[in-house]
T-cell receptor, first 116, second 114 residues
Framework: GAVVSQHPSWVICKSGTSVKIECRSL??????MFWYRQFPKQSLMLMAT?????????EQGVEKDKFLINHASLTLSTLTVTSAHPEDSSFYIC????????????FGQGTRLTVV | KNQVEQSPQSLIILEGKNCTLQ??????????LRWYKQDTGRGPVSLTI?????NTKSNGRYTATLDADTKQSSLHITASQLSDSASYIC?????????????FGRGTSLIVHP
């Protein structure tokens, strides 16, 4: 099956620093990738939809200047949390969709971000 | 507003027993419904994907049903194992102009005790 690799699996950073999370589709091209965050015992919340070669579409309430998304190639999307604060501590998950119109999406293993 | 409601919120069963998880949704226009298993600290892994015309689909010990009329789905786990302990998430996608927009349920936390 299709594999999506997310890196790093966990990261601890100091408040005020920036953190980059990578999402790679290993054996397929992903025109569209999605970024989610998940708080403990909560559902996944869609943050933004990233399309290769164009600007990401952010969900309402998500600060685009704080959560920078870059989808420079068909196999890589990155999420950069800028000037991180303790309230940004969360579980971030990406998913990638093979093809432009397919319904299936495959998830990365997630990144646990802790801001101290 | 598209919504997905899952029940129960949490469930504890003994190893070897069966259990059924429920998912009710109000998503339109309906495209597909997926059940995911999410282990703690990991990304979700797809169990089944069901389209409008499918009523039942099995994946090993997991059997999902879909009633598009009542907008309900269930995930039945047979002969539970300790490794089934996880969160099970129901995701329903709407088809908007060829793009699939997912709505996530909050998940059911399943704990299987020996």
């Amino acid at each position: 099956g299709a594999v999506v690799s997310q890196h790093p699996s966990w990261v601890i950073c100091k408040s005020g620093t920036s953190v980059k999370i990578e999402c790679r589709s290993l054996d397929f091209q992903a025109t569209t990738m999605f970024w989610y965050r998940q708080f403990p015992k909560q559902s996944l919340m869609l943050m933004a939809t990233s399309n290769e070669g164009s600007k990401a579409t952010y969900e309402q309430g998500v600060e685009k200047d704080k959560f920078l998304i870059n989808h420079a190639s068909l196999t890589l999307s990155t999420l950069t949390v800028t000037s991180a604060h303790p309230e940004d501590s969360s579980f971030y998950i990406c998913s990638a969709r093979p093809g432009q119109w397919g319904p299936e999406a495959f998830f990365g293993q997630g990144t646990r971000l802790t801001v101290v | 507003k598209n919504q997905v409601e899952q029940s129960p919120q949490s469930l504890i069963i003994l190893e070897g027993k069966n259990c059924t998880l429920q998912c009710n949704y109000t998503v339109s226009p309906f495209s597909n419904l997926r059940w995911y298993k999410q282990d703690t600290g990991r990304g979700p892994v797809s169990l089944t994907i069901m389209t409008f015309s499918e009523n039942t689909k099995s994946n090993g010990r997991y059997t999902a049903t879909l009633d598009a009329d009542t907008k309900q789905s269930s995930l039945h786990i047979t002969a539970s194992q300790l490794s089934d302990s996880a969160s099970y998430i129901c995701v329903v996608s709407a088809n908007s102009r060829g793009s699939y927009i997912p709505t996530f349920g909050r998940g059911t936390s399943l704990i299987v005790h020996p």
